[in-house]
């Protein structure tokens, strides 16, 4: 029996979709919304700079929920909608746009966002990678053919996207500002091991040094 008439998760994702499972396998039979900005339906994101990345997936195998665990969680699923904000004394979820959603119980669980670099949001060619749409564009620009790149950041991620790229011929450096790669990750023994893998692997590395700004080559792209 609920004593909450409507629950609503904020981000539609790892956390939020297992986050509404557990609601429900606690017996919550109430109302249950799911608010996420992605189009998608929840998925994995640890193959986007793996398996995805380098075309060993593809998008379908990613799913976090299959149909019927979607039919089993019977949610609203609010997909494509941002939530703006909370209305605490309306107690309501505002959204993007001007919706409200009048809700008895809130779930935020918008997770993080990649962080970017001074002047290289609109350029050609410079991609973060957080979202399925992110490894989309960036997987569709690698398959044109052999071209440089550079990866900002060596923690798992940018290891693991180095690691992708350079597993499909691309000639590959990365830009780390700590002294070696996933060093606050893993230490100075375990973080060596990774330099030596990268070396090994046709990866230069430059540690010790960050990236100060992006700049365009006139024409819009970096
Ligand atoms: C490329 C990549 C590789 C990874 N590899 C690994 C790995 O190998 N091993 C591992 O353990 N972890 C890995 N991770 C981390 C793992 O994916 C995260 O820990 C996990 O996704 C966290 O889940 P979450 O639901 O908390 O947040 P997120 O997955 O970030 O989800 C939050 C969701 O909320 C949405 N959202 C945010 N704000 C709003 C809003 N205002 N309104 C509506 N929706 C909103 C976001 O768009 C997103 O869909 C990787 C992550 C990435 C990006």
Do not use: N
């Amino acid at each position: 029996m609920s004593t909450l008439g409507t629950i609503t998760v904020v981000g539609a994702s790892l956390a939020g979709t297992y986050a509404a499972q557990a609601l429900r396998d606690q017996g919550y039979d109430g109302r249950l919304v799911l608010v996420g900005d992605e189009h998608h339906r929840p998925y994995d994101r640890p193959p986007l700079s793996k398996e995805y990345l380098t075309g060993a997936v593809t998008a379908d195998r990613l799913a976090l929920a299959d149909a019927e665990d979607v039919a089993e969680l019977d949610a609203e699923w609010l997909l494509g909608t941002r939530a703006a904000g909370l209305d605490l004394p309306g107690r309501a979820v505002l959204l993007e746009g001007g919706g409200r959603l009048v809700t008895d119980g809130v779930v935020l669980a918008t997770g993080a966002a990649a962080r970017g670099l001074p002047g290289g949001t609109h350029l050609e060619g410079v991609h973060t990678l957080r979202t399925l749409d992110d490894a989309a564009a960036l997987r569709e620009e690698l398959s044109r053919g052999q071209v440089r790149v550079l990866v900002v950041g060596a923690g798992f991620i940018g290891s693991e996207v180095a690691s992708s790229c350079a597993t499909m011929g691309h000639q590959v450096t990365v830009v780390e500002a700590a002294e070696e790669p996933l060093l606050p990750q893993l230490g100075p023994e375990l973080a060596a091991v990774c330099a030596a893998l990268h070396a090994d692997h046709g990866v230069t590395l430059l540690t010790g040094t960050g990236v100060a700004a992006l700049h365009g080559d006139g024409r819009g792209r970096v």
